[in-house]
Structures are given as structure tokens and as C-alpha cells.
């Protein structure tokens, strides 16, 4: 394309072909090379390596790590006082590019379960915290409400922290990880950061918990995320968290919960953490 004679192309599509052309050459499979997770970027989907998922005595298996979303899992696990075994996947070492993996999330992302006695007692497979939350909540019919408007209400809230989390991760990335600091990215992410927060914060003036009155897989999905701007990226001060004072006091009430305390040292490193798990 570029050895056509320039005469038949304008300026700006010579531009065009030659930046399409640098950009399918770093679309080629190949890792990032930089940043905090250049070792395991890739543009490329499935396992790069072959190996069996490890299988403990439970009927629920879980893959996981300690990450917002992870930790969401295994608090609801904590919550419902269900058996499981909960294993460690370390992303920075590919785990989740194995082929056991894959098979039970083709997006190769934490986290991930096997329910053995799935509908009709039989496995089934689940991926993205968001759907792992609302399955284990309908299977014990616990942290979602029974009444069909405030179930509505309840996965309102639910499906908005889906959306809203990446936000969240772009934020902590630009701020945090990313190898050059870049200005944009920091204020693009901080501001919509600082807005999702202004949303939870009004809702939370009104009602002690999103969904209304009580606790649920909403509030689950969502205080990982929020505790994460402060343990996880160190942002507190540059975010003004102190300012949301309604959310900051709905946090508050949901790590004092026993269940959370555990739960979120679940595939944990952290000092008292449990890196493997095994209900008794």
C-alpha cells in the first residue's frame, strides 16, 4: 500500500496507512514489555501453557486472588457459611493462561468457580464476580432481596458497580502502575472516580446500604472497590475520600462485619492472610 505512488494518495492517508500499519504491528501476539504487568499483556486470547486446575473435597472451587474483585467472592462465601476450597492464582505468574483455567473462564480473568452441585446437582462453571455474586445469592436466596422491586433495586446497584469498576482499575493504573506518569489519564480517571463516589454518597445518605435498608450483594460488590482507592492505590488524600462522608460510614459498617474480615484475606498474602483455603 505504502509503495503506491504518492501521487494517488492525500497526505493524511499516508498518515493513516503507515500509523494502521505500526498498529497491527503491535497488535502481533507479544507481551506489553512494560508497566507493572508487562510480563503478562498480551493481545491474544486462550492458554499458552498446558495444566490441570488444582480440585480440593468441596463442592465449590474457587480461583481467585485478593484483588477487589476477588475479595468479593470469597466475602458472600464467608457471608453464606458455604464449604469451599479456595485456591491462589497468581496473575503476575500467568496462572490464569493455563489451560484448566481457560476452561473455566475463557477471559483468563480472577475470579473463577466450579459449583459441583450446579443446578440439577450438577457442575457448573461461573465467571465475572458480578455473575459469581447474584448465582450464590439466588442458589441460598440470603443477600438479595425476596420482594421483586427491591430485587430490582438491589441488582441496579449491582450491574452499576459492574460498569463502574473499570474506573476504578484506570484510575489506580494511571495513578499507580502505570510506568509514565501521565497527566490525562490521572485527571480523566480521577474525575469520574470522584463522581461514581458523589453517586454512592448520595444514595448513602439516604439509606444505611444501596439496596435500601439491608445488606446485600450490592454493598459486596461495591466496598472492595472503595476500600481499594486507600489500601490498594494509596490515593485517600488525593481523592478527598474524607469528604464522602456517608460512604466513608457505610464502609465503616461493612468491615466491621465478621464475615469481611475473613473474607477479604481469602487468597490473600497480606499479614494473616490465607493464600489457600479449605472449609472445614
Not at 458480578?130 to 436466596?141: D, H, M, P, R, V
Request: hydrophobic content about 40%.
Amino acid at each position: 500500500f505504502l509503495a503506491m505512488d504518492k501521487q494517488w494518495l492525500a497526505p493524511g492517508l499516508i498518515g493513516f496507512a503507515a500509523g494502521g500499519l505500526a498498529v497491527a504491528a503491535l497488535l502481533k501476539c507479544r507481551t506489553a514489555g512494560s508497566g507493572a504487568f508487562g510480563s503478562i499483556n498480551r493481545a491474544t486470547a486462550g492458554a499458552q501453557r498446558t495444566a490441570s486446575l488444582p480440585e480440593g473435597k468441596n463442592p465449590i472451587q474457587l480461583y481467585s486472588l485478593a484483588t477487589p474483585n476477588g475479595q468479593k467472592v470469597g466475602v458472600l462465601l464467608e457471608e453464606l457459611g458455604l464449604p469451599y476450597d479456595a485456591w491462589y492464582t497468581s496473575i503476575m505468574k500467568g496462572d490464569q493462561f493455563t489451560s484448566g483455567f481457560v476452561q473455566v473462564n475463557p477471559n483468563s480473568k480472577i475470579p473463577c468457580m466450579i459449583d459441583r452441585l450446579g443446578p440439577n446437582d450438577k457442575p457448573i462453571r461461573l465467571f465475572e464476580s458480578g455473575s459469581i455474586l447474584l448465582y450464590l445469592a439466588e442458589k441460598t436466596g440470603k443477600f438479595i432481596p425476596a420482594d421483586p422491586a427491591e430485587r430490582v433495586e438491589c441488582l441496579n446497584w449491582l450491574f452499576f458497580q459492574m460498569g463502574a469498576a473499570p474506573y476504578f482499575g484506570q484510575f489506580g493504573h494511571f495513578y499507580k502502575y502505570a510506568p509514565t506518569k501521565i497527566e490525562y489519564g490521572i485527571q480523566r480517571y480521577s474525575m469520574e472516580t470522584q463522581r461514581l463516589l458523589d453517586v454512592l454518597d448520595q444514595r448513602l445518605a439516604e439509606h444505611p446500604y444501596l439496596a435500601g435498608p439491608e445488606y446485600t450483594i450490592a454493598d459486596i460488590a461495591w466496598f472492595p472497590w472503595v476500600r481499594c482507592l486507600d489500601t490498594g492505590y494509596g490515593a485517600k488524600e488525593f481523592l478527598g475520600l474524607k469528604k464522602y462522608t456517608h460512604v466513608m460510614a457505610w464502609l465503616e459498617r461493612c468491615l466491621a462485619r465478621p464475615a469481611v474480615v475473613k473474607g477479604l484475606l481469602i487468597n490473600s498474602d497480606a499479614p494473616g492472610g490465607h493464600r489457600e483455603y479449605h472449609s472445614a
